[in-house]
């Protein structure tokens, strides 16, 4: 590889001779080996948008020529448009605060807006910080690319988890007659239909989405203008304001300035709360790809109430088997998802003072969790709810093993009767509804009420019809 070579305030430094980043970039190359990884594109975006409209606007405020204003403008929407994403190469892994991103974006865009006016590389006719970075800090970039590059994805995520929540409906909407029996602490309960299951399935994705919604509002609070500590030293008074409107033209984002320039510069709040919405529909998530699995679980010694699509053969020895690959899928990505929370929640809480250097791991795992999420319901929802099946017979027959519908009787012969029927149904491996008839018909059922038989005909009226048991109200007594 050949080189250039390029000098900072430390001496020189080889560049590879190609690369639009610089010296300062290389620098982190070289320090910061650690993972491989590369920012993800939301960030990269982020930073184009930041740079352009920072260009844009100090042209306007007599502060930049407009020269270097149109070269610096035209590099970033290349930025914005994916054309340099090979350019950005430091390791999420580095030096506090994201000075190595923020000089990386500085650099590209420095050298491009350079080529752009007939120069060279490493020439620096528009220099990185004293132009690409006019007005700016790392401290007031970097939580700006993070919150920008969140609302960017968010549209797409919320149609992710929307989806999702439709494909819940239209089988909760499909599964409505099939009546099962309900399970709490993994033992039988009183009926339910598998329809319901789905409802409360459809209507918690649907909160969670709206969790994530209202979390996001507080990412538009832009600390932009802050520059080092938030008092806005070197940024021009009009700078934060005019800064805010033009990136909400460029991105077609709602956003706002910060009412507190320290605040928004100190704390990362408002990211650990987005992130930790995200968290609260990786649990939502988790819970329901767990049912998922035991409810299909089997076929032959298992649950076996739904059947889940098969997407690919199951083992490599048990010809075959097929397993429940898509809720396995969505099972790791959550836990992914929360173990990328966890990392935001104790990166937040370690700001100190008027910063908090560690958000280049904020922002990496912010971003992560949002690529992961978005995929991972996307490929649940195709791969996995809208081909689902139920299992009518095997619900049924569960059902009607279950000696738990007995509940249904306690209006008419009370809670220690109907434990006293359920000891005999299991013991006697025969169904309560058997049993109940048997002592009905011998006259050895009373009413809790009053001291007369229950007829088989008021235990025929209790438990003859299943799908009652499934909507509420008091059925006799």
């Known amino acids: 590889m050949s080189y250039r070579i390029e000098r900072d305030s430390l001496g020189e430094v080889q560049v590879p001779a190609a690369a639009l980043y610089g010296g300062q970039t290389q620098r982190a190359v070289i320090n910061f080996p650690i993972s491989g990884l590369r ?91 004293d132009h690409v970075n006019m007005g700016q800090s790392t401290n007031d970039v970097i939580p700006t690319a993070i919150r920008l590059g969140a609302l960017w994805r968010l549209d797409e995520l919320l149609g992710a988890v929307s989806a999702l929540a439709e494909a819940l409906r239209q089988k909760a909407q499909a599964f409505d007659d099939v009546v099962k029996s309900g399970r709490t602490h ?31 509002q507080g990412l538009r609070r832009l600390g932009i203008g802050g520059t080092a500590v938030g008092t806005g030293l070197n940024a021009h008074p009009k700078y934060r304001f005019r800064m805010v409107q033009r990136m909400e033209e460029l991105s077609g984002l709602s956003l706002e300035p910060s009412d507190n320039l320290l605040e928004s510069m100190q704390s990362m709040a408002d990211v650990a709360d987005f992130s930790a919405a995200l968290r609260t529909l990786a649990i939502t998530l988790t819970r329901i790809a767990n049912d998922f699995r035991l409810l299909a679980s089997g076929p032959a010694t298992g649950l076996d109430e739904l059947r889940l699509p098969a997407v690919q053969p199951g083992s490599s020895i048990m010809p075959g088997k097929v397993n429940p690959v898509m809720a396995e899928m969505l099972n790791m990505a959550m836990f992914h998802v929360q173990g990328c929370d966890l990392t935001i929640a104790l990166a937040a809480q370690a700001g100190q003072l008027e910063l908090n250097v560690m958000m280049p791991i904020i922002a990496h795992n912010l971003f992560e969790s949002m690529q992961v999420m978005i995929g991972a319901t996307r490929a649940f929802t195709q791969k996995c709810v809208l081909g689902l099946q139920a299992n009518r017979r095997k619900a049924e027959s569960w059902l009607e093993k279950n000696a738990i519908i007995v509940t249904a009787l306690n209006p008419l012969i009370g809670y220690a ?47 003859g019809d299943v799908r009652r048991l499934t909507e509420g109200g008091i059925l006799s007594g």
């Open 417 to 463: 009767a109907g434990a006293q029927l359920v000891k005999e149904a299991l013991a006697s491996e025969r169904t309560v509804r058997q049993v109940a008839m048997e002592k009905a018909a011998s006259g050895e059922l009373r009413h809790r009420h009053e001291d007369r038989p229950v007829t088989p005909a008021e235990i025929e009226v209790a438990l």
């Open 39 to 129: 920012p993800w594109r939301a960030f990269i975006w982020s930073m184009g948008i930041i740079k352009r409209a920072a260009a844009e606007v100090h042209q306007e405020l007599g502060l930049l020529d407009a020269a270097r204003a149109a070269a610096i403008v035209q590099a970033a929407q290349e930025v914005i448009e994916g054309r340099w994403d090979e350019m950005f190469v430091v390791d999420p892994f580095q030096a506090g605060a994201g000075t190595s991103h923020n000089m990386n974006a500085n650099e590209v865009i420095a050298n491009r807006a350079t080529q752009i006016l007939g120069g060279e590389l490493g020439e620096y006719r528009v220099h990185p910080n």
């Open 186 to 216: 993994l033992q039988d309960a009183v009926p339910v239909r598998l329809g319901q299951e789905f409802s409360g399935y459809t209507t918690a994705v649907e909160r969670d989405a709206e969790r994530i919604r209202r979390a996001a």
